[in-house]
């Protein structure tokens, strides 16, 4: 999407924030998920914590 609205930048450009914009909450997103998986204790396979 934001390929397709790089000939319009200077015409219309705000056709690019949308796309833009989901791109950056994607990124954001997946890092707040990884960032809490990372933050779970560690259990071996009986449940106790190392």
């Known amino acids: 999407m934001l390929a397709e609205?790089?000939?319009y930048l200077f015409v219309a450009p705000h056709l690019m924030y949308v796309?833009?914009?989901v791109t950056v909450l994607a990124?954001?997103?997946a890092n707040l998920v990884g960032d809490g998986l990372g933050g779970r204790p560690d259990l071996d396979r009986r449940g106790v914590r190392r």
């Open 5 to 7: 609205s790089h000939e």
């Open 19 to 21: 796309p833009a914009a």
């Open 27 to 29: 990124v954001i997103a």
